[in-house]
């Protein structure tokens, strides 16, 4: 019930906030003056507002929403040793990466993973799972944990974010217009727009969204590399191939991360063939090869 309830606040207040921009820019519509065209230059302005909308407002209520997702518990004042240390190192890597020290959480999942999210690099949240700070050496904890403030230092939150609003935007933008062409070219439609042009414009949305996703995709994996190099320029490049190594061995463990989060954990999970464009990490394999050549 609750994750039906947050769906439809965030969607209602994504179309509020929308509607409102809409309003202060003068917004007039998608169709020109003769009823038939598409006014183009109103048309990317209207899917603009809506491609970004959305994923600049998940952006601005990503901690929130990783916390109620998760079950994330924040540690505010540590109670345990280990609270104590997991403190004490993200603040150390903070430091080292120039950072503000993020929020730090635990949350319950037997899978070994970590995850980072929040608005900006100084407003971040920390988090590694329950599995992990069990099975893993002090060392390999530390270098996941550099990992996670390698994303967060390099910004990738709100990259990701601007790039998922491009993608969204042009997905809309090119559904529409072929939505209009099959609605005036193929169906004759002479006014307005007719239900072949909302069909048509749902079947491309999906179909544009599924390939568009891929190129979100790929930017993730490529972030990747580069919080990996973070990670091992923080805790060391043997703590970090180790730390990889270890996440090789519990591959085979169910994935316990949401999927707007998969991003930033740092254990994404195998995919083969086809599916692997749709992967948000690439193989550990690649990463432990890439490190190594590193040096």
């Known amino acids: 019930m609750m994750r039906i309830l947050l769906f439809l606040g965030t969607n209602l207040a994504v179309v509020l906030i929308a509607s409102i921009t809409l309003s202060l820019l003068g917004f007039n519509g998608i169709m020109a003056a003769n009823g038939i065209d598409l006014n183009l230059q109103g048309l990317l302005v209207f899917c603009a507002v809506f491609g970004f909308a959305g994923s600049l407002f998940s952006l601005l209520i990503s901690k929130w929403l990783a916390k109620m997702s998760t079950g994330t ?57 329950q599995g ?44 529409r217009i072929i939505g209009n062409f099959v ?12 239900i072949g042009f909302y069909v048509t414009t749902i079947v491309a949305e999906l179909v544009l969204g599924i390939l568009a996703t891929t190129i979100v995709m790929w930017f993730s994996r490529k972030r990747e590399f580069r919080a990996d190099e973070a990670g091992a320029r923080l805790a060391g490049t043997p703590a970090m191939i180790g730390a990889l190594q270890r996440l ?3 591959q085979n463990l169910p994935a316990q991360l949401p999927d707007s989060l998969t991003a930033f954990g740092i254990n994404g999970g195998r995919k083969q063939g086809l599916k692997s464009l749709f992967m948000s990490h690439p193989p550990l394999e690649v990463r432990i090869e890439a490190l190594r050549q590193r040096g």
Do not use: C, Y
């Open 73 to 129: 518990a924040i540690i505010s004042q540590p109670r345990t040793h280990h609270e104590q240390w997991l403190l004490q190192t993200v603040e150390q890597l903070s430091r080292d990466a120039g950072i503000k020290m993020p929020e730090v959480g635990i949350f319950p999942a037997t899978q070994a993973n970590a995850f980072a999210t929040g608005w900006n690099k100084n407003d971040a949240l920390v988090a590694v799972s």
């Open 248 to 250: 090789q061995q519990e």
């Open 132 to 175: 992990l700070l069990e099975r893993f050496s002090p060392d390999e904890v530390k270098a996941v944990l550099a990992h996670e403030i390698g994303h967060v230092a390099n910004g990738d939150m709100v990259t990701l974010a601007l790039i998922q609003g491009v993608v969204n935007t042009f997905v809309m933008f090119f559904a």
């Open 183 to 194: 609605d005036k070219v193929i169906l004759k439609n002479e006014s307005g727009r007719g």
